[in-house]
């Protein structure tokens, strides 16, 4: 079986997990200072702030820009559920926007729609999704008109770019996920990004207990903090993570020449944009009446040993506990997104063979 994610861990990661072991040192210490300010200088952003995975780190960042109960937060409905659960753990509510056919991303245009219906909303909260950078152009012009905070939701995009600037270093804050199966892994693991210093300030309250000194608590906090195990994974990682993004680039080069069935729409990536393939994502086209078409390749691949996903098959709102909260969305282009999409492996532990495999059984498909 080609597994759809496979982290690449080396002897540098063993070495520094031995390190930290005996070092003695093993919660938060010396090593993650080091990674914030290896991914900071990485990403050209002011501040950073590790946590103790993405989840933690989305919830962190909208803490520490203030949202809270009664706020409204413009999302993406067709995202991995923390995206939005993060709203709800402040107790803000989530307003859904749709999606760009072609990126997956949130679309501009009717982004500008809901910040007319919804004047009142506190921040916008975007992903980048699959590593292909949103058009931050058009969305950061519409938040700063419109007087929403920034939140970009960086853990699939390590690395893309959006008209030569990284992504997470155009809104207020960013927020990147280690899990194993993203561009650069730590086990679990999260980082928070921001550009001034007071919000810095703020998120390292809220991941440490609300204490700016120690045993004073001056608000509310958690314990969303990283360890120095996964910092010193993290700290390799990142050295490694420009020759993962250009093999993930690299391999979805080879897939899109090799894909020829014409049920399947390979992914974009439009002009000015660096994708850094999270995921290598292709539309099945249900032509006609076979709403199952896309459960059927699904199937065809696995039998085959092609490992794949759905990401993701249902749109936020239309999950049982977004349901029952009474929250809902009217996003067409995302759901139909949700009923055609599949993931390709792409990962940087792909042969050649693999890649051929994948291209063949793919276009064997009818
Ligand atoms: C993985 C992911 C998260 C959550 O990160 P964890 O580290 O797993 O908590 C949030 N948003 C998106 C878009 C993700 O892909």
Known sequence: MIPIAQPIIGEEELKGVMEVLRS??????????????????????????????????????????????????????????????????????????????????????????????????????????????????????????????????????????????????????????????????????????????????????????????????????YNFRMTNFQAAIGLEQLKKLPGFNRKRRHNAARLSAGINNGMLETPVELPGCKHVYHQYTVRVKAKGKDPEKREHFVRYLQQRGIGCRVHYPRVIYRQPLYQGLGLTGRCPVAEKAAREVVSLPVHPALTKRDLELIINTVNGYR
């Not at 245009?109 to 921040?123: I, M, N, P, V």
């Not at 920034?150 to 270093?169: F, I, K, P, S």
């Open 24 to 221: 003695g040192e093993l919660a938060a210490g010396r090593y993650v200072a080091r990674f914030e300010e290896g991914f900071r200088s990485f990403l050209g952003a002011n501040f950073a702030v590790a946590t103790s995975s993405g989840t933690t780190g989305l919830h962190a960042a909208l803490a520490a820009l203030g949202i809270g109960p009664g706020d409204e937060v413009l999302t993406t409905p067709f995202s991995f559920i923390a995206t939005a659960n993060s709203i709800l753990y402040v107790g803000a509510r989530p307003v859904f926007v749709d999606i760009d056919e072609k990126t997956f991303n949130l679309d501009p245009g009717a982004l500008e729609e809901t910040c007319r219906l919804h004047s009142g909303a506190k921040a916008l909260l975007l992903v980048h999704l699959y590593g292909h950078p949103a058009s931050m152009t058009e969305i950061m012009k519409l938040a700063r008109e419109s007087g929403l905070k920034v939140v970009e939701d960086c853990a699939q995009a390590h690395g893309a770019e959006y008209r030569d600037q990284r992504v997470g270093t155009f809104g207020d804050v960013a927020v990147f996920s280690f899990y194993p199966t993203k561009n650069m892994t730590t086990g679990e693991g999260g980082m928070v990004t921001c550009r001034d210093e007071d919000v810095a300030q703020r998120i390292r309250s809220v991941v440490n207990h609300g204490q700016a000194v120690r045993y004073t608590h001056e608000t509310l906090g």
